[in-house]
């Protein structure tokens, strides 16, 4: 089996997510083929390889992240003293291809290709989040989605993730095969 998981992080929370998502796949299936891949590296050959395509993404303003939700989450995340790793990690995020832009270059598969969508958001009343709006490209798209979208939790709006989500994360991984 393999599996290809392509996210896009801002802070770090949503590629630890997803880092935690394969070594469930790889804990479920000690033979799997396994790539975890940043949306700037994700390219249509390694998705077509795929069995799974597990695709995940922050929230932001309710739902997907956007350019001008990517361009004010590395401002903000810029102007905070002792955050210069995540603010280089968010400042990259920005300049690069979100998600949405990815799907749009993303080719529709044929029936019976499996897919799965994930977020990571804040746990705040009507705070949203961007599984739903995946899992939607990616049945637009003629993906088979497999599983509820799921939202992990992000602490404060950008980190850290709140205890016990890796290890959720890897669960559910592992659900998926």
């Known amino acids: 089996m393999h599996t290809v998981i392509v ?13 935690a998502i394969a070594e469930g796949v790889r804990q479920a299936d000690p033979g799997a083929a396994v790539d975890c891949l940043a ?11 795929a ?7 922050p929230t ?22 002792g955050h210069e790793a995540a603010a280089a990690e968010a400042r990259e995020t920005a300049a690069g291809p979100g998600l949405r832009s990815w799907f749009h ?8 290709t499996h897919a799965a969508a994930f977020d990571t958001r804040a746990d705040m009343a009507r705070s949203g989040g961007a599984a739903e709006g995946i899992a939607h490209r990616l049945a637009h798209h ?12 992000v602490e404060d709006g950008d980190g850290p993730l709140r205890a016990g989500e890796l290890d959720r994360a890897r669960a559910w991984g592992a659900g998926l095969v």
């Open 7 to 19: 996210y896009e992080s801002m802070y770090g929370n949503t590629r630890e997510i997803a880092e």
């Open 39 to 49: 949306v700037a590296e994700a390219d249509a050959e390694q998705t077509r390889s």
């Open 51 to 57: 069995d799974l395509l597990v695709v995940g993404g």
């Open 60 to 81: 932001h303003m309710h739902g997907m992240s956007s350019g001008l939700s990517r361009r004010m989450a590395a401002m903000a995340e810029g102007h905070k003293e």
């Open 105 to 112: 270059d993303l080719p529709k598969t044929e029936p019976g």
């Open 142 to 153: 003629h993906f088979d989605v497999v599983a509820e979208p799921e939202g992990f939790i």
